[in-house]
């Protein structure tokens, strides 16, 4: 059994890594969150102590490191806001636990230089969370692109939309100095997916960005990419909203609609079993999708000019 802590507590994404946690047969021993609303906690680890003040769960955290008792933390996992991730990866690290980060690993490339060096000095891992390469759709799709010629490219079209009310847009997930934009915030994982199917990048292009909604096209050696991604419930299908639905996702493949809106909520607990085998995805895994948001933030619209989604074209028609 190993020990984890758990920094995000009350976030979204949080009852999934403490479910994990659970089905792996580890404990929670520890969790902190400025926000108090934890109560879910009660559904799983019920024992943990838990903390509002970074402070007194660092000081936490150290007394278990150097009590030499077998009560140290073997792992934090990181469900914190964006931008605190490289930080909390830090703390981990320097902690003597590996750590379990939530996706996007960090903001900027360059972060990730300074991990690689922490790692080194400290012994100590850092694992992320890429579930879409876990996932029996993906990997039944990556099989079936590599079996075919080298030279040949995919058409694809990925399209992604799950609406969010105006209370998005007040959080730090509307900051995009804090959460990286909504390439970086709801759409990192895809690019993560779309290079481990499709092979290296080779062009990025962004056609639209606004604090809601995205689009551009990204080519791979093995696929031409138009994406497009929207918090806008306006932009879900009509007829997938008359059937009562808010969240439209579709990956289409030269003509084939990869079906893969299943199997979501089990995959942390399938990325736990990979980490705690040895086989997570660290630091470098993660390069090409950081430098692929990094990308997008930085870049210049251009507008419904060249290979755009066609999503794109239908916005103010």
Request: net charge negative; proline share 4%; glycine share 8%.
């Amino acid at each position: 059994m190993k020990n984890f802590a758990l920094i995000g507590a009350a976030g979204y994404i949080a009852p999934r890594h403490m479910k994990a946690i659970k089905a792996t047969q580890n404990s929670l021993v520890a969790a902190l969150d400025p926000n108090d609303s934890v109560g879910i906690i009660d559904s799983y680890f019920p024992d943990a102590d838990f903390f509002t003040e970074f402070e007194r769960f660092d000081r936490h955290i150290d007394k278990k490191h150097r009590a030499h008792d077998g009560a140290s933390v073997d792992f934090i996992s990181i469900a914190s806001p964006n931008y605190l991730h490289d930080s909390h990866m830090r703390f981990a690290l320097r902690s003597g636990a590996d750590a379990v980060c939530e996706k996007p690993l960090v903001l900027n490339p360059w972060n990730i230089d300074g991990l690689l060096e922490l790692e080194k000095d400290t012994g100590q891992k850092v694992h992320t969370i890429l579930q879409l390469r876990l996932h029996p759709g993906i990997l039944a799709l990556r099989d079936k692109v590599n079996a075919q010629p080298g030279d040949h490219k995919h058409d694809v079209d990925l399209t992604y939309i799950t609406s969010r009310g105006h209370w998005y847009l007040q959080s730090w997930k509307g900051d995009e100095k804090k959460s990286g934009g909504i390439a970086t915030n709801i759409g990192v994982h895809f690019y993560d997916m779309l290079q481990f199917v499709f092979g290296q990048l080779q062009s990025n292009v962004v056609h639209y960005s606004a604090p809601t909604k995205a689009a551009g096209y990204l080519e791979y050696a093995k696929a031409r990419v138009r994406w497009f991604l929207s918090l806008d419930v306006n932009d879900v299908p009509e007829d997938v909203r008359a059937a009562g639905q808010r969240t439209f996702r579709s990956i289409n493949v030269s003509g084939d609609e990869i079906e893969f809106s299943g199997g979501f909520t089990d995959l942390h607990t399938r990325s736990y079993e990979e980490i705690l085998a040895g086989n997570g995805f660290g630091l470098e895994a993660n390069r090409v999708a950081i430098e692929t948001v990094a990308d997008i933030r930085t870049a210049s619209p251009q507008g419904r000019n060249g290979d755009y989604h066609p999503f794109l074209g239908l916005m103010d028609s």
